[in-house]
């Protein structure tokens, strides 16, 4: 047995970038693997990882630990250019790993001592480069790396670099590598896709090949190791999509974060949607978690919100919670958090993501016990016989002020990483108007120092006058807040018990989901969940939009309706 050589891998890389076929690729990589398999087996899976470019497998929260100014330095220290002179190449060139290579080659003074480099010689350097952290661990981390250019080729050094940046440019999709190992195994794809789909790892899927086909067909979700989660596709119409699926399991859908949480061992973690590790910034959602579940291994999914008075706010705020790294317990009073359940993907030692989701759902309700902090999405099983239900639900869930709702296909799998016609999204139609301010008021609590809503009004194109439509107070960050705040001070035309009068001059985009009717306002109708889009400066008082257009999207909207 041999060890690989880095060389060998570089070699397979520049001849995968140049064949644009995708079937060709796939068998320049199958047959590679199969020559790995048989001279150095004990290296397939970090093969299989370098060719996504990758160190870590997808599940693992390690980062690579090396940023480009990191290359910079070190490349810098042993050839002498100056770190402004290599990234106005950079800037140049855009490719890191091309401007290694011809620094490399064009070097004359110095000699490298050449010691031929392996895969896990490249693969460990790189791997220990993240756990350094503190004092001097940049010197520690340039070291690791610099003891890797000084022993490569200036091919070898484009393709560090390139996986140290995490762009290896060689055009290998995770779909390919699944073709290619399904070919070079001889073993059929949809076991392939289903065990890498399961494991999050492509690189197990590839050891375990090298074992038997039982061994990858027994590959499965293991609490700790998040996997990626099912997507949704756009629904067309509550209607259309019903009658299209059969029956339906319908759910509010919710505005947070989706999160999966794995507990095993007696501990919680939480990862979002994108795999990442946000257990430390939302320490009360373990909190819940523990308490509503029994201690014994589980993965379930939900989505966590923020709210104020039990309701939820805006979506900004959850995003706040989760990029905290500081004051977390503070952020904790300021921002409440509720988890909304909706799936179990692992029970008590049994993957349960392949039972059909309804199976799943009576698990979880079964096994969770909810509270004012963990709830179960609200349902409704629905069939065309009786769409109104989900439309019921859909206007409930909108007047909650939650998003909208989804569709899921009652018998179907969670499919991770797939966005099929087993689970759809359906929002209200956002329409937007741009609307002049004409008047307003302050806001309340944090907010009482600004002007927290704002009356809006559209042209009335008959009279040349501007009639009122709509208040709109969301949608507004805190910047905005202020600095249209201090814009509309020296707007105010008249102000009367805490109510502003404006001189029209500011224009807003305002997104909403529907017109109705209305006595409340001069136009004679108003909008549903107006949002504030964004202050449009680029159009001028003579570009407001004008009833016309209102009744216009009205009689679309009628058209469309559902019902
Ligand atoms: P989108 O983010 O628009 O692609 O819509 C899909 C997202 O909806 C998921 O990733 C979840 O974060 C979120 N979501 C909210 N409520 C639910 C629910 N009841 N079931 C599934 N996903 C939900």
């Not at 995003?319 to 008590?348: A, G, N």
């Not at 001059?505 to 909008?527: K, P, Q, W």
Request: overall charge negative.
């Amino acid at each position: 047995m041999t060890k690989t050589s880095y060389e060998e891998l570089v070699n397979i890389y520049e001849e995968i970038s140049v064949t644009s076929a995708k079937l060709e690729k796939r068998d320049i990589v199958a047959k590679f693997l199969k020559k790995i398999s048989e001279n150095d087996p004990d290296s397939i899976y970090d093969i299989t990882l370098l060719l996504q470019g990758k160190i870590f497998p997808p599940w693992s929260d390690k980062k690579m630990g090396v940023s480009t100014n990191i290359i910079i330095e070190a490349l810098s220290k042993i050839l002498g250019e100056s770190p402004k002179d290599i990234k106005r190449k950079l800037a140049t060139v855009g490719d890191m790993g091309e401007i290694t290579e011809e620094l490399i080659k064009n070097n004359k003074q110095v000699t490298f001592f050449k010691v031929p480099l392996t895969v896990k010689k490249v693969i460990t350097n790189l791997r220990n480069t993240v756990d350094f952290s503190g004092h001097n661990s940049q010197s520690k981390k340039i070291n690791m790396i610099l003891e890797l250019y000084t022993s490569a080729s200036p091919l070898e050094a484009k393709y560090i670099t390139r996986t140290i940046t995490e762009q290896l440019r060689i055009g290998v999709g995770e779909g390919i590598l699944v073709d290619a190992i399904s070919k070079a195994y001889n073993i059929d794809k949809e076991i392939i896709d289903r065990a890498y789909m399961l494991s999050n790892d492509l690189g197990e899927v590839a050891s375990r090949t090298l074992e038997s086909v039982e061994s990858v067909k027994s590959l499965s979700i293991t609490p700790g190791k998040p996997i990626k989660p099912m997507l949704a596709q756009l629904s067309p119409g509550i209607k259309e999509s019903i009658e299209e699926m059969g029956e339906v399991l319908c759910e509010t859908k919710y505005d947070g974060i989706r999160v999966q949480i794995h507990h095993y061992d007696s501990n919680t973690k939480i990862f979002t949607r994108r795999l990442e590790n946000v257990t430390e910034a939302l320490p009360e959602i373990v909190e819940y978690i523990e308490s509503a579940l029994p201690d014994v291994d589980f993965i379930v999914e939900g989505e966590v919100i923020a709210t104020q008075d039990n309701k939820p706010i805006s979506f900004q705020y959850i995003l706040q919670r989760v990029k905290r790294k500081y004051d977390i317990d503070k952020m904790r009073d300021e921002i409440p958090l509720k988890v909304f359940l909706f799936d179990v993907l692992y029970y008590d030692n049994k993957t349960i993501a392949e039972e059909p989701l309804i199976s799943r759902r009576e698990l979880l309700e079964k096994i969770v016990t909810t509270s004012d902090n963990v709830e179960l999405s609200t349902k409704k099983i629905v069939t065309p016989d009786n769409v109104q239900d989900a439309i019921d639900l859909f206007n409930w869930s909108v007047e909650s002020a939650h998003e909208g709702i989804m569709f899921k296909a009652i018998n179907s799998p969670y499919s991770p990483g797939k966005r099929g016609k087993n689970m759809l999204k359906y929002k209200p139609i956002r329409e937007t108007l741009d609307c002049v301010i004409t008047g307003g008021s302050y806001g309340k609590g944090r907010r009482a120092k600004f002007y927290g809503s704002y009356l809006l009004s559209i042209l009335d194109d008959e009279t040349g006058e501007y009639k009122t439509l709509v208040h709109a107070a969301t949608g507004l960050d805190d910047e905005l807040l202020e600095s249209l705040t201090k814009r509309m001070k020296k707007l105010v035309i008249k102000e009367e018990d805490g109510s502003l009068l404006f001189k029209p001059e500011v224009i807003l985009e305002v997104a909403f989901s529907e017109i109705v009717e209305s006595n409340e306002y001069e136009t004679g109708y108003s909008l549903r969940f107006p949002a504030i889009i964004k202050v449009r400066d680029d159009i001028g008082l003579d570009q407001v939009d004008t009833v016309s257009k209102l009744k216009q999207i009205l009689e679309l909207q009628n058209v469309n309706n559902i019902e």
